[in-house]
């Protein structure tokens, strides 16, 4: 744990606030207020610190003055709760949320001490919550935290400078001082702030369990890698061979990225999303490595009739592998769940039924935000992080809420793992390449003010190794050893580029390593594109055209001669802003059904913020006209959709094409392309294209 204090401006006997009769105030979440007011009264008892208010929650009309009735300082401006009722209080107790709603209320009082428990809520200097601690007065300030940077360095500027303002200076000034990369800058930052000087004590106190409680018992971690099973491999292979395409051709943006890691993540956990899955418990768990995994230390852990905590963010999968358990161990009762939803008072009397049945197993079910934080369950001795978060700090915060003062046993903390079986695969997997990322995280965090969490570089960096992309590379022939970096991507014919597999090749292409290059005769060679085995087992295809040569889009039309094509997507947010791409799109789609045998359904995904030739509405209509007319007779039903908000770090260009294709026996199967600078591209002789085909799934 960390605490941040603001040093006294002059020495102080230990009794000194308590004499001069200033209540002290505690802020902290709402669901430590409990833990905070059984403490007291536990080690503090009156008159020690005399009469605690508790001013939260449905205590506040008591405190109210009598004209202001159910008013907000938030508001109406000025302070509706009245200080008199805690200026001779020993403790006042509250929570961030109330002093946001309050904030001139408490700021009518000098208080002797000021308490904010997990900080870290504070560390938004923009924020209302730290605008209303910012403008209280307090003779001592005390900051207590796990994590003083959570998210990024700033979070330390933020918090510290409610403790002590002015010490870290401007924010600005302090992001340019203090790079998350520099790491000497983070280490004279943390002599800074933990090194005392001469007649100072440090600003920030530092404790961890080894260094200062002797007689803890021992923490063991096991890392446990797993197998998966026949449905949860099948749908991660797809994943990477659709990465390992993107990233191989260079057509996926930042958004793209993002979004396939987030796949990853979730496919590693279960195939099936669990508001999908059917009613057959035991068969939902057996296609997951990591629920199977789970079960099988949870029967560990009742044979030895211990408890333990479960950590997963999932909602819906909460609720689920509660079922799971009640079942699989004949529980009377499911196990209980600690989440965002619980209220603080509820959560409070779950840990206390949990805390209060020692000698039998049982299982609390928590996310790793809501659950991982404040909470004191020494009765189990047993943490399992079934899904694990970027953060190593939010992981540690979880794991402490079993390791800490009063465990009498030692610990015992699951990593489940699932690994792919296919060799080629297997070190890549996602689950144990994120363990790597928040193992370096955890050490570097451990050692300085380092953030944890994981920045854009570390991710990109993860999305090349889940993606296979070290394994994908250009072996250039002698000859063309020195010819300039454009040769790769200049085709001779329309061919596609795919590995010499003995899978096949387009009809009628040449070899795929052929490329014309200067200085060789007028030879055709081109570089022989190398991908991952299992990209080259997909029979994915990627075609590269420079400005000037001819487009590849007989071949991809080709791929879909004769098929009954049930809907075609496009995803892309500049499909209708111009009159070209508009044209473009209703181009491909009537070509497209002119070799298909039917096309049922199409929709446009767009953006309605990309800037375009006309307002929204106008593009539409023009959009829904020149497709009515482009299809006359029965043409197929169109869907014209806005894209949905998406965050800052989606990227605004990801373009993708999803054709749905009525295979055999009614089976709908979905083939991928993915298209750099859109379809557009594909008629544009002008632009560089690269496409990329993925056929659906091959396991």
Known sequence: GISLTSPPTCPRRRDHLRRSRAPFLIVAPTGLLGT???????????????????????NLKLLREEDTLRARDIETGKASLDAANWRDAGVVLTTYETLRDYHFSFARTRFGLIIYDEIQKLKNPASQMTRAAKALNAEF?????????????QDLWSIMDIIAP??????????????????????????????????????????????????????HVHALE???????????HDLVVRAAAASTAGTLGKGGMLSILANMRGVSLHPTDPREAGEDLDTYAKDSARLSQTLAILERVAQAREKALVFVEDLAMQERLAGLIQQKFALPVRPSRINGAVPGLKRQALVEAFQSRPGCFDVMILSPRAGGVGLTLTAANH?????????????????????????????????????????????????????????????????LFFPPDASESELGELFREVSLESDAHSEPSAAQSHANDEAITRTADRSPVIPDTGLGRTSGSEPANAVATPGTGGQTQRPTLRLPRPVAEARVKIWRTAPGEARPTNEILALFDHRHIVQVTI???????????????IRFLRELKDRANALESVMIEYAPEADGDQDEMTCRRDFGSSFASAFPGAAPKLILARRSKRSRDDDFHDRFVEI??????????RHELTIGRGIEALYNERRQCTVTYVPPGVL
């Open 36 to 58: 905070w007011q059984a403490e007291i009264e536990k080690h503090l008892q009156d008159p020690r610190l005399g009469p605690l208010v508790p001013a939260f929650g449905g």
């Open 141 to 153: 300030t005390l900051g207590m935290t796990g994590t003083p940077v959570e998210n990024r360095l």
């Open 226 to 236: 797993a197998e998966m099973p026949p449905v949860q491999a099948a749908a991660y």
């Open 383 to 447: 943490v399992i992080h079934l899904s694990r978060w970027w953060n190593p700090a939010v992981e540690d915060q979880a794991t402490d809420r079993v390791f800490r003062i009063g465990q009498t046993r030692d610990v015992h903390v699951y990593l489940p793992m699932a690994v792919h079986p296919d060799p080629a695969i297997r070190s890549s997997s996602f689950d144990l390449r994120l363990n790597a990322l928040i193992e370096r995280k955890r050490k570097l965090t451990r050692d």
């Open 571 to 585: 995803r892309d947010p500049y499909a209708i802003a111009t009159n070209a791409a508009r044209r473009s799109q």
């Open 166 to 219: 002015g010490l870290l200076g401007a924010s600005r000034d302090f992001e340019k001082k203090h790079p998350a990369d520099d790491r000497e800058a983070l280490a004279r930052l943390k002599s800074q702030l933990m090194d005392p000087s001469a007649g100072r004590p440090s600003y920030v106190l530092r404790r961890l369990k080894s260094d200062a409680l002797e007689g803890m018992p021992a923490k």
């Open 660 to 669: 749905d294709v009525r295979h055999a026996a009614g089976a709908t199967k």
